[in-house]
């Protein structure tokens, strides 16, 4: 099976000729941007890795009225900040074209990897140990691993990395706090291509013995 490691949200940048959109001073976005970056989870493992700042364009949700952050402002363009104050009021839409490509080479990423073989998407992140102000998801578990899975999930995958979780000795809980999978529109139905969300928190890797242990643990998972 071929395994594509998707990593949306690992930078902080976000381009200068946007900068003047944001209503934060430039240190209270750097700020900003920092807190909400998944910080190393692109030094983690290799993977397909979107080169931009979450609060500058989010390549995780629908870009649509049914995406549920919509409602707090941190849909595919955010305009509150995770402790929901404004983080700009009127972002531009070329932004979308942004969010377009990076799907186009997602999408076409795997139509290559389907022509060796099954695919199995690995949507990476890492988490806080304390919820922000932003989740919807406050009281929810806060393991070391959290799994995310959609409806249609492969159980042998799933049984297969819980047996990895454990022999890593991390705790883990499934859908807690975070639920759900990155997966392209057009690759829904496909039987061939499945997906997983690994969320990592942040503590468990925050030392560089730490880090190597959760590089040889993606590793594994990468062999599944």
Do not use: W
Not at 167 to 181: H, V, W
């Amino acid at each position: 099976m071929e395994k594509i490691f998707h990593i949306p949200h690992s930078s902080t940048y976000i381009p200068t000729e946007y900068i003047n959109e944001y209503s934060l001073s430039i240190q209270e976005l750097k700020n900003e941007a920092s807190i909400m970056c998944d910080f190393r989870t692109n030094e983690m493992i290799d993977g397909l890795v979107f080169p931009y700042s979450r609060i500058f364009c989010d390549v995780e949700r629908f870009n649509s009225d049914k995406e549920i952050m919509n409602s707090v402002g941190m849909g595919v363009l955010y305009t509150k900040t995770q402790d929901q104050i404004i983080l700009r009021k009127n972002p531009s839409k070329e932004i979308l074209n942004f969010y377009k490509e990076h799907h186009k080479t997602f999408s076409n990423l795997i139509a290559e990897k389907l022509k060796i073989d099954d695919v199995l998407i690995i949507d990476l992140h890492s988490y806080s140990k304390e919820p922000l102000e932003y989740e919807l998801n406050k009281s929810m578990k806060r393991p070391e691993i959290c799994i995310g899975i959609n409806e249609r999930f492969n159980e042998k995958l799933i049984k297969e990395l819980i047996y990895i979780i454990n022999n890593f000795n991390y705790t883990f809980a499934i859908n807690e706090p975070f639920s759900g999978c990155i997966m392209p529109s057009e690759y829904i139905d496909n039987e061939r291509v499945n997906g997983i969300m690994i969320e990592i928190r942040k503590d468990v890797y925050d030392t560089s013995e730490k880090f190597e242990k959760i590089k040889n643990f993606l590793k594994c998972i990468k062999e599944i």
